[in-house]
């Protein structure tokens, strides 16, 4: 099974500044014969389901603001809130679907310092 | 919109059984692939299982191999968990995910939870 580390496991960051979180897999998630990287971020709120931020490593999903970006490849990955806003307090999981079974990372819980 | 709508959660005694379903609406079900995953309260996600399109191709994780089973009725664009000699390590909420292009999770229900307690 791919093991999926989530560094930090909480995260205090103050409105408007850059929060940066990291995932590391235990083995590559690159499809080098199409170069796609089959890693995805969630964001999880209180009392809701995870919801898709980002796909394929960097593509961020429809309606998902732009503050929200992603990047890495191979083994080595980062979720980047630019200005962080009020509501992106949540906690975030990163997620392969290189392999079943399909992992995720233990989640980073991002506060508002 | 996409909907997907779990139920059949609840209390249940260790070693009986529980059907979890999930109503999908708003997409044409039998052209996706649909998961089963797991959060225990407080830690993380765990996947669970998976069916595809037709139901010929059907994967779970090691912790429910034969004791739970995944199965689909695309006439009622159900999605269906059954699970057998529940353990108290069941326990947690329920989601059914629907699988865009390679298995990637692009839409989840609400949850169900189930809580395995003598």
């Known amino acids: 099974d791919i093991v999926m580390t989530q560094s930090p496991d909480s995260l205090a960051v103050s409105l408007g500044e850059r929060a940066t979180i990291n995932c590391k897999s235990s083995?590559?998630?690159?499809?080098?014969?199409?170069?796609?990287?089959?890693l995805a971020w969630y964001q999880q709120k209180p009392g809701q389901p995870p919801k898709l931020l980002i796909s394929?490593?960097?593509t961020r999903e429809f309606g998902v603001p732009d503050r929200f970006s992603g990047s890495g490849s191979g083994t080595d990955f980062t979720l980047t809130i630019s200005s962080l806003q009020a509501e992106d307090v949540a906690v975030y999981y990163c997620?392969?679907?290189?392999?079943?079974?399909?992992?995720f990372g233990q989640g980073t819980k991002l506060e508002i310092k | 919109e996409v909907q997907l709508v779990e139920s059949g959660g609840g209390l249940v005694q260790p070693g009986r059984s529980l059907r979890l379903s999930c109503a999908a609406s708003?997409?044409?079900?039998?052209?996706?692939?649909m998961h089963w995953v797991r959060e225990v309260p407080g830690k993380g996600l765990e996947w669970v299982s998976s069916?595809?399109?037709?139901?010929?191709?059907?994967e779970y994780a090691d912790s429910v191999k034969g004791r739970f089973t995944i199965s689909r009725d695309n006439a009622k664009n159900s999605l269906y968990l059954q699970m057998n000699t529940l353990r108290p390590e069941d326990t947690a909420f329920y989601y059914c995910?629907?699988?865009?292009?390679?298995?990637?999770?692009?839409?989840w229900g609400q949850g169900t939870l189930v809580t395995v307690s003598s």
């Open positions: 394929w490593a960097s």
């Open positions: 995910a629907k699988a865009a292009t390679h298995g990637l999770l692009d839409r």
């Open positions: 708003g997409f044409t079900f039998d052209d996706y692939a």
């Open positions: 083995q590559s998630v690159l499809y080098s014969s199409i170069n796609k990287n089959y």
């Open positions: 997620h392969q679907y290189y392999s079943t079974p399909q992992t």
């Open positions: 069916i595809n399109w037709n139901s010929n191709y059907i």
